[in-house]
């Protein structure tokens, strides 16, 4: 069945870091890719996707690419802050007979100043 | 307001008691979907519904019971409550059967078990 694994946190870093949140995925067939954002109190909410590979997603500095070679869909920022503090989720969706996403255990970033 | 609205925001149960999560949608989605997140074992899929009056099992059904009369509402009842199901409740809804536009998610319930 699919599966979603992601690196284990948590993850600490300096405000203006470089973030790297490790994905990788099995799945049938081509599945969309989707990283999710969960900040503390809140629902999830859909960060990025991407739904073909060497597709990139990107948004609030994010960004990830779907690379079918190695199964990965990497989250990375190039300069972190204290409001990127949150849990995060990588998924797919592949179709296979349901409409379900099958998400990750997610990553939980601390940023300090 | 628009969105996707879940209530209550907490709730604290006995053991062996009925008690129901609410979800309510106003964008009309087909597809809703109702998760639990544990520690340890991130989000886990109970049941979804892709319409009205069509509902189907999830990753972890045992013990949770779903309907859904109107598109809007697709409410999550936990018949006999036990310690186990102490969790966050989060609703979904989708709007493509594909879910390649992803899911919007509501704020969550925090259920506790007693």
């Known amino acids: 069945g699919d599966s979603v694994t992601q690196m284990e946190g948590p993850v600490t870093l300096s405000e203006e870091a470089f973030l790297t949140i490790n994905c990788t995925y099995t799945?049938?067939?081509?599945?969309?890719l989707f990283w999710y954002v969960q900040y503390p109190g809140e629902g999830l909410q859909l960060l990025l996707k991407?739904?073909?590979?060497?597709d990139k997603g990107s948004n609030k500095g994010f960004e990830a690419t779907y690379r079918k070679e190695t199964t990965s869909f990497h989250l990375e920022k190039g300069s972190v802050q204290v409001s990127d503090s949150a849990v995060y989720f990588c998924?797919?969706?592949?179709?296979?007979?349901?409409?379900?996403?099958?998400f990750g255990k997610g990553t939980k970033l601390s940023v300090i100043p | 307001d628009a969105g996707i609205t879940q209530s209550p925001r907490y709730k604290i149960t006995e053991t062996g008691r009925q008690v129901t999560l609410m979800c309510h949608q106003t964008?009309?989605?087909?597809?809703m979907f109702w998760y639990r997140q544990d520690l340890g074992h991130g989000l886990r899929l109970i049941y979804y519904?892709?319409?009205?009056?069509?509902?189907d099992k999830g990753e972890v059904p045992d013990g949770y019971v779903v309907s859904r009369s109107k598109t809007e509402n697709f409410p999550l009842t936990l018949e006999s409550a036990t310690r186990s199901q102490t969790s966050v409740y989060f609703c979904?809804?989708?709007?493509?059967?594909?879910?390649?536009?992803?899911?919007?998610f509501g704020s969550g319930t925090r259920l506790t078990v007693v």
């Open positions: 979904a809804s989708s709007e493509s059967r594909t879910g390649n536009y992803g899911y919007t």
């Open positions: 799945a049938t067939g081509y599945p969309s």
């Open positions: 991407a739904t073909k590979a060497d």
């Open positions: 998924a797919l969706y592949s179709g296979a007979g349901s409409y379900q996403l099958t």
């Open positions: 964008w009309s989605h087909s597809y």
């Open positions: 519904s892709a319409a009205a009056d069509i509902t």
